[in-house]
């Protein structure tokens, strides 16, 4: 089953400090099941991450989501990831 990722809008890195704006963060549920939330009392959507800090319940308009499949990314396009057998992941082939 796929997971779902939160990257903090660039244009709100200012009101979260503690996050980096090109990191992607693991969403965890609200609830069983539910990883956003509709609405809260004042209209606005919600979502809650798993960050260095601990699980912290944000608005869910300054992120941006996506699903995480089954392998780690590379957090940057271009940027190789090493893995075992001497080659890269997400970049260019090295041989060993």
Do not use: N
Request: net charge positive; hydrophobic share 30%.
């Amino acid at each position: 089953m796929a997971s779902k990722q939160a990257c903090l809008r660039e244009e709100h890195r200012l009101r979260y400090p503690h996050l980096k704006p090109k990191h992607w963060y693991e969403v965890v549920p609200i609830f069983p099941g539910v990883t956003t939330r509709r609405t809260d009392l004042f209209g606005h959507r919600l979502t809650r991450i798993q960050t260095h800090r601990g699980y912290e319940t944000l608005l869910a308009e300054h992120f941006i989501f996506r699903e995480k499949s089954g392998e780690d990314r590379p957090e940057r396009v271009g940027e190789g990831v090493a893995v075992a057998g001497g080659g890269v992941r997400g970049g260019t082939q090295v041989s060993t």
